[in-house]
């Protein structure tokens, strides 16, 4: 058998790396290797360290036939080994069976100088047939993730990417190289096993990722001059295109950017005059061939411009003194108080009534004047948070065209579109009016933002694909997304980008939060560091995780954070429930506000059954065929209201998608991202369907008034502060829920009941209805009671509660 091949190599610093084989390197001697010409010599190829096969393949094959898996305790890892026990599962073990089992658990070490997690054991204890999976899993059953280059990645029937042992690749298939000078990442660089050979490409490695720069970057005019700053470490050069009227576009002045010894990868040119108001893009040119190659004509937005035209560019020079900070005196709600709408800045503004033009009414100023209006929709509704669909500027391709926004091109320039006059930067005033008219009306902003892909042109492919995009062990771009493009957000500068934009919002816009889309993707320790950073200028910022891709699920892992996660086993429990399909012992979960596993306290969890992503929710339970619930029948108006009665008894935060409350559909058509006709509220419906939404705001009334209180928990409550009550035989759907049962929350109790089956039901309490306590009704299926209605009308509450189909009931309880 001829010796193994190289299959393919990669930097570890600019002086070193790693070549891995096709299969063991058994052979006698060192196996040759070269590099490209002008490359510096190689003064040692050994085996690699036990590490590297660590960090690559999670395992590794010593003499004397001692098989360890291996999990290294470094960026990426979300393991604390003082806290967390760690176990390896796979085929071999049983899996889930695997958890709890001494001889299965990793334990703490030092390898090559690093800290590890370690299970050493024979290979005889592993069926060592083909490709038998494996993964490490925490005592919690958190399933750890493995990157998307791992080299022994296989996904199982539902599409889990598992690890994989292959007996021909154990370790000595990787060897490591020193060189005798460092390489320019800025020139195409291969491997040769002899000379002539075609070679195999050099990637750079983790240290690449780890280059950056602490110097403000972007247009920065100040006095008499200007600065343009860009990251690009692999270009060979960059030139900056400048011009002051855009009819000049295609005769722009041009600047060579020079590398600064000082900074790796950072371009800079200063010009001297101040350039407020100019227009620019960069060109970067550089390797033209393979994946990472450049294209030297594409104009680029530069990822730190203000404001942009549109979706191409050019970007416009902004002194920050003009943008100035945010008006201050507006108190960010705590957490545990938020109900949130989820909008769309197009969908709420244009048919909202007021003095607004049409051109107007497509963005920032006309939803400004609809917030300022006094019938505004959210105000009367009772909420005191909005939570904006993107607003950064994407990818729609004219101003006309609708677009949900989550195909992002730039993270500071508020979306064209939405603005009057945006070769003027407008938009930059006219969003700051909008965040300012919430802010009167007493409600936050949250925006949702999308870090984790980018739209088209994507600008930051042409500055560098390698540094700023997830790639495979093949070099095809990462694709967890559904987009095609995945941001490397772990990357130093990408890390960087997304928390310098998150300032800029807070700081020139005032905005209260931010939720994050596929927040998976960025990975739970890029989520720390926004999360530190961020606190650090606004200590009560809200930050909303959307803790899946198609990649995995990271709720879980964030318990530990400082992030709230969209709770979607709420939002499918809860449609199915008012179906009559689910447990009435499950809903006590959600009651409580899905602790343990996913919430470490009650506002980790936003509790929601619609957003923008997916059918409305009359559309999802309408009795009508076909999905579509635009003309609701009275049982699918009964289940929306006991949806909306769960939903603002449950502890955590409550959000509904706006129209929700007057049952705005869709028709049926699941995902509108285009869709502005079927998007835009249609507030006729309020007139049509006031009794849905005058229950909705009494029950948000509810919640945020004084006996709201008990379920605006800061802590997650004492086991005995909920008690539960199940009709006779400890079945059903129906369910009745005491909260305060213990009175450790003040001298008051709330006591809900509801019944989503096709029957009425019947809930023993036994003596809940203590003499002590005298128990009025507070709201029922239908509405809500005020206290003079309600006085001596209904019966009191004895040893049992009738609850009528598709019904619910809310009493209080007061000594």
């Known amino acids: 058998m001829p010796p193994p091949k190289i ?334 709408v989820e909008a769309h800045v197009r969908d709420l503004a244009v048919h909202a009534p007021g003095k607004a033009t049409a051109e107007e009414s497509l963005g920032f100023t006309g939803l400004r004047k609809w917030v300022d209006h006094p019938g505004f929709y959210l105000h009367e509704l009772g909420v005191n948070c909005v939570e904006l669909q993107p607003v950064q500027e994407f990818d729609n391709r004219t101003p006309g065209e609708y677009h949900w926004g989550y195909m992002t091109n730039n993270f500071f320039a508020p979306e064209s579109s939405y603005s009057l006059d945006p070769a003027r930067a407008s938009g930059v005033r006219e969003l700051q009016a909008l965040v300012a008219a919430f802010h009167r009306r007493g409600i936050a902003v949250i925006l949702d933002v999308v870090y984790n892909h980018v739209g088209e042109p994507a600008h930051l492919m042409f500055i560098d694909r390698l540094y700023y995009f997830e790639e495979d062990s093949e070099g095809n771009l990462a694709n967890w997304s559904g987009c095609g493009n995945d941001v490397r957000a772990g990357a130093a500068m990408a890390k960087r980008l997304i928390i310098d934009s998150c300032i800029h919002w807070i700081e020139a816009y005032g905005v209260d939060g931010f939720r994050f889309d596929l927040a998976e993707l960025l990975g739970v320790e890029v989520l720390r560091g926004v999360e530190a950073a961020l606190k650090g200028v606004k200590p009560d910022v809200v930050l909303i995780a959307e803790p899946w891709s198609f990649r995995g699920h990271i709720a879980g892992a964030l318990r530990d954070t400082g992030f709230a996660s969209w709770n979607d086993g709420y939002r499918d429990f809860v449609r199915e429930y008012v179906l009559g399909r689910g447990q009435g012992a499950r809903l006590e979960y959600f009651l409580r506000g899905s602790p343990w596993y996913f919430a470490k306290w009650p506002a980790q969890t936003v509790n929601y059954t619609e957003s923008h992503d997916d059918r409305a929710w009359i559309d999802a339970i309408t009795q009508h065929t076909g999905g579509d619930g635009y003309a609701p029948t009275p049982d699918d108006r009964r289940r929306t209201q006991l949806m909306a009665a769960i939903l603002f008894m449950s502890l955590g935060i409550p959000m509904i998608a706006a129209g929700q409350d007057f049952l705005r559909s869709k028709h049926g058509v699941s995902n509108t991202y285009q869709r502005g006709d079927l998007n835009a509220m249609d507030y006729s419906r309020l007139r049509k369907y006031p009794g849905t939404h005058a229950y909705f705001r009494d029950w948000i009334a509810f919640r945020r008034g004084p006996y709201g209180r008990l379920l605006r928990q800061y802590s997650m409550p004492g086991d005995g502060f909920f008690r539960f009550f199940h009709p006779a035989g400890g079945g059903g759907t129906a369910l009745g829920a005491l909260l305060n049962a213990d009175d450790s929350d003040g001298d008051f109790r709330l006591l809900f009941a509801v019944n989503p089956s096709s029957e009425d039901a019947v809930i023993p309490i036994g003596e809940t209805a203590s003499l002590s306590r005298r128990w009025r009704q507070v709201a029922d299926h239908d509405r809500f009671y005020d206290a003079s209605e309600n006085a001596g009308a209904l019966p009191p509450i004895d040893a049992e509660l009738f609850v009528p189909a598709l019904g619910c009931g809310l009493w209080l309880g007061e000594s």
């Open 7 to 340: 299959h393919r190599a990669w930097l570890e610093s600019s002086r070193s790396g790693i070549v891995e084989f096709e299969r063991d390197w058994d052979e006698p001697g060192v196996p040759s290797l070269m590099l490209g010409p002008g490359a510096p010599a190689v003064t040692s190829f050994l085996p690699a360290p036990d590490l590297v096969a660590g960090r690559t393949y999670g395992y590794l094959v010593k003499a004397p036939e001692v098989l360890t898996f291996i999990l290294p305790l470094e960026h990426g890892c979300d393991v604390d080994a003082a806290r967390d026990r760690v176990y390896v599962a796979g085929d071999f073990n049983g899996w889930q069976q695997a958890v709890g089992r001494p001889e299965w658990e990793l334990e703490p070490a030092e390898l090559d100088g690093e800290h590890v997690l370690l299970w050493m054991g024979a290979p005889e204890r592993i069926t060592w047939k083909d490709r038998q999976r494996f993964k490490f899993v925490t005592g919690e059953n958190l399933w750890l993730g493995l990157p998307d280059d791992a080299p022994n990645s296989v996904r199982d029937e539902a599409g889990i990417a598992n690890r994989f042992l292959d007996r021909l690749r154990t370790g000595r298939h990787l060897w490591k190289f020193e060189l005798a000078g460092a390489l320019d990442l800025a020139e195409p660089q291969a491997v040769h096993a002899e000379e002539g050979d075609a070679g195999v490409r050099l990637l750079p490695g983790k240290f690449f990722f780890e280059l950056g720069t602490e110097l403000p970057l972007g247009a920065i005019p100040h006095g008499h001059e200007t600065v343009f700053r860009l990251f690009a470490p692999r270009a060979r050069r960059v030139t900056l295109l400048l011009f002051k009227d855009l009819a000049k576009a295609g005769e722009p002045l041009s600047f060579d950017l020079a590398r600064r010894a000082d900074a790796d990868g950072v371009w800079e040119v200063l010009v001297d005059q101040n350039l407020h108001c100019w227009y620019y893009w960069y060109e970067v040119d550089g390797v033209a061939e393979g994946p990472g190659r450049f294209d030297p004509s594409a104009r680029i937005l530069d990822p730190y411009a203000l404001a942009t035209v549109d979706r191409d560019g050019p970007g416009i020079v902004l002194e920050h003194q003009w943008i100035g900070r945010a008006a201050g005196g507006f108190r960010t709600p705590a957490w545990q108080d938020l109900v949130i």
